[in-house]
């Protein structure tokens, strides 16, 4: 059973910046397609990003285009998510998710998940 752990996250104001880190126990990241989703307050899941095996190819949401930056270190069996230039409409839990066939922008196609980051961006 793969178990994805989260770390980093937090509060920042606007316009800070925050990293995300995802690893695995149990499991070599390498073999799986891996995805970042944020759930607001109140409303559903959703895509962030998305990142291939090898790291060849990443995956952002129009909504955090240009300010996040998803990768990937098999070496170091992780993966990171780093957020630059937060707004308030950021807040929300992140969740790692984990797939071992290819990856897209539906929670639905991931088979496995993190526990689950808050962060908060205060105006």
């Known amino acids: 059973q793969v178990q994805l752990v989260q770390s980093g996250g937090g509060s920042v104001q606007a316009g800070g910046s925050l990293r995300l880190s995802c690893s695995a126990s149990g499991a070599t990241l390498s073999n799986y397609f891996m995805g970042w989703f944020r759930q607001p307050r109140g409303k559903e899941r959703e895509f962030v990003a998305a990142?291939?095996?090898?790291?060849?190819?990443?995956y952002h949401a129009d909504s955090v285009q240009g300010r996040f930056f998803i990768s990937r270190d098999n070496a170091q069996n992780t993966v990171t998510l780093q957020m630059d230039n937060l707004t308030p409409e950021d807040t929300a839990v992140y969740y790692c998710a984990a797939t071992r066939k290819y990856g897209d922008s539906r929670a639905a196609a991931y088979e496995f998940w993190g526990q689950g980051t808050q962060v908060t961006v205060s105006s």
């Open positions: 990142i291939s095996w090898n790291g060849g190819s990443t």
